[in-house]
């Protein structure tokens, strides 16, 4: 069982945007910074998101991340064919001592 | 460019050690500004981070609660890269595997953890007789 609450799926069509929701607790997203990484079959995940809101180079801009309170999101505009995948959500667990994730939201794009 | 290269067998036989080594490239096990951490996923349990090994003067190791009386995680200087060992294994512990780095940046004001920039390729383990 995740220690964080995404929803399974999301779908949405080419150029619309789409939102992935992360619910956690007082003990870790409400004191933590939130991650958000992309998985595709085969290949090595790839962070899109780290300190909430920041991406790394490379990143397209179409991927921003927010967090409020014990929750986080991440938000995709521009939707692409290529960006069918798997979106985790991270972060550190103070009550756990331990990295923590997300159940994983599965994209897809009409 | 960090590379993260994972080997080791695909195939343990329950009881025994699940053995698992992380080959870095583009930076160093020792490095200060990095933690070197072992993932697992599998469809029951979904990602599950297992532990991690840095340095700060000293080895360090952090260890998930799931799993602390069963995993070493060992850096090796000389080869640049980390073990994972897991003993007495089960089917449970079936799961892709993977290494990951953890960077730590410091500005005048504060410092902070990114978690992950860089992952292996995954490494499918099955535990099975």
Same mark, same amino acid.
């Given at each position: 069982?995740?220690?964080?609450?995404?929803?399974?799926?999301?779908?949405?069509?080419?150029?619309?945007?789409?939102?992935?929701?992360?619910?956690?607790?007082?003990?870790?997203?409400?004191?933590?910074?939130?991650?958000?990484?992309?998985?595709?079959?085969?290949?090595?995940?790839?962070?899109?998101?780290?300190?909430?809101?920041?991406?790394?180079?490379?990143?397209?801009?179409?991927?921003?991340?927010?967090?409020?309170?014990?929750?986080?999101?991440?938000?995709?505009?521009?939707?692409?064919?290529?960006?069918?995948?798997?979106?985790?959500?991270?972060?550190?667990?103070?009550?756990?001592?331990?990295?923590?994730?997300?159940?994983?939201?599965?994209?897809?794009?009409? | 460019?960090?590379?993260?290269?994972?080997?080791?067998? /695909? !195939?343990?036989?329950?009881?025994? @050690?699940?053995?698992?080594?992380?080959?870095?490239?583009?930076?160093? $096990? %020792?490095?200060? #500004?990095?933690?070197?951490?072992?993932?697992?996923?599998?469809?029951?349990? /979904? !990602?599950?981070?297992?532990?991690? @090994?840095?340095?700060?003067?000293?080895?360090?190791?952090?260890?998930? $609660? %799931?799993?602390? #009386?069963?995993?070493?995680?060992?850096?090796?200087?000389?080869?640049?890269?980390?073990?994972?060992?897991?003993?007495?294994?089960?089917?449970?512990?079936?799961?892709?595997?993977?290494?990951?780095?953890?960077?730590?940046?410091?500005?005048?004001?504060?410092?902070?953890?990114?978690?992950?920039?860089?992952?292996?390729?995954?490494?499918?383990?099955?535990?099975?007789?």
């Amino acid at each position: 069982q995740s220690m964080l609450t995404q929803p399974p799926s999301a779908s949405e069509t080419p150029g619309q945007r789409v939102i992935i929701s992360c619910s956690g607790s007082s003990s870790n997203i409400g004191t933590n910074y939130v991650y958000w990484s992309q998985h595709l079959p085969g290949t090595a995940p790839k962070l899109l998101i780290y300190r909430n809101n920041q991406r790394p180079s490379g990143v397209p801009d179409r991927f921003s991340g927010s967090k409020s309170g014990t929750s986080a999101s991440l938000a995709i505009s521009g939707l692409r064919s290529e960006d069918e995948a798997d979106y985790y959500c991270a972060t550190w667990d103070d009550s756990l001592s331990a990295v923590v994730f997300g159940g994983g939201t599965k994209l897809t794009v009409l | 460019q960090v590379q993260l290269q994972q080997s080791g067998p /695909g !195939l343990v036989q329950p009881s025994q @050690t699940l053995s698992l080594t992380c080959a870095i490239s583009g930076d160093i $096990v %020792s490095s200060y #500004s990095a933690a070197w951490n072992w993932i697992r996923q599998s469809p029951s349990r /979904g !990602l599950e981070w297992l532990g991690r @090994t840095y340095y700060r003067s000293k080895w360090n190791n952090d260890y998930a $609660v %799931s799993v602390k #009386s069963r995993i070493t995680i060992t850096p090796d200087t000389s080869k640049n890269h980390l073990s994972l060992h897991l003993n007495s294994v089960t089917p449970e512990d079936t799961a892709v595997y993977y290494c990951a780095r953890q960077s730590r940046y410091c500005s005048s004001s504060d410092c902070y953890e990114v978690y992950f920039d860089y992952w292996g390729q995954g490494t499918q383990v099955t535990v099975s007789s």
